[in-house]
């Protein structure tokens, strides 16, 4: 096996896998040779899977709603009858909100939690014990730095992605004996579809421009960027290697030296 396509043999089960981080994570393990299935609710038109293909490895797109346990395990039923496992799980999947506590909808608050809390949950509860009954496994979960740096507007989505940090944590603990371990990746600010309408929505309530107000992001960000969905992929890939199997219940920062 090379050293590029370390991978293969491997599969990878990415939810949140038609856009955004999950797609970047999804195509850069199809480059180092897993064979990856992605779960979206947009999945069956999404040409991601015919991107991942193109690396020379097999894919499924299953339509996937991951408050739905139901759903959830329909998607992981579909990779194991595909692929006989799942070796890689990366959670993506997420949603945000911009809403004070002060007059918060319910029905908004639990939304945001089940979708990027719970469905992280309901992922690993199915994946972890084929990982720890064959003795290897990797989890890689998608949080944030808004687990650990507070907004006025962003209750919900900081709450549910410090849940995701804690959860990390105790899976790590349990996966650790058992040549599984288990991530999170906290980016700042990334170039994707869901940020650009977080980005129209904030400008839209100041009365600017997305534009506007996507380069003053920029510009207050120590590297004067914003972090692209592929340096995600990397780091992702990265932590599979064997080599990297010490790196265990750590919450991984990738944000160009912002806090938020």
């Known amino acids: 096996m090379s050293q590029e396509k370390f991978l293969q ?27 990856v299935a992605i779960g979206s609710r947009t999945a069956s038109t999404s040409p991601c899977k015919a991107e991942i293909e193109a690396r020379g490895v097999k894919a499924i797109a299953v ?27 990366a959670n993506s999947a997420g949603i945000a909100a911009e809403q004070a506590i002060c007059g918060h909808p319910d029905e908004l608050w639990h939304q945001i939690i089940d979708v990027n809390l719970n469905g992280v ?6 994946c972890l014990p084929g990982m720890i009954e064959r003795k290897w496994g990797r989890i890689i979960n998608i949080a944030s730095t808004a687990a650990e740096v507070g907004s006025p507007v962003h209750a919900a989505y900081c709450t549910s992605k410090a849940g995701i940090v804690g959860l990390t944590h105790c899976v790590a603990l349990e996966g650790a004996p058992h040549g599984v371990s288990c991530n999170a990746i906290s980016p700042g600010w990334v170039e994707t579809d869901l940020a650009k309408k977080a980005f129209k929505r904030c400008a ?5 421009s997305a534009a506007e107000y996507m380069e003053e992001i920029k510009q207050g960000n120590p590297q004067k960027r914003i972090i692209q969905p592929e340096e995600i992929g990397s780091l992702a890939v990265f ?17 160009a030296g912002s806090l938020w």
Request: some cysteine; glycine content about 10%; overall charge neutral.
């Open 9 to 35: 043999g491997r599969v990878a089960m990415v939810t949140g896998g038609a856009s955004g981080i999950g797609r970047a994570m999804a195509i850069a393990f199809a480059e180092a040779g897993a064979d």
């Open 63 to 89: 339509k996937l709603d991951v408050t739905s346990t139901n759903s959830v395990l329909a998607f992981y039923e579909a990779v194991v009858k595909t692929f006989g496992k799942v070796d890689i799980l």
């Open 121 to 126: 949950y309901r992922t690993i509860k199915l």
């Open 204 to 208: 839209e309530a100041e009365g600017r």
């Open 239 to 255: 932590l599979c290697r064997d080599e990297a199997f010490g790196m265990t219940m750590q919450n991984i920062t990738v944000s």
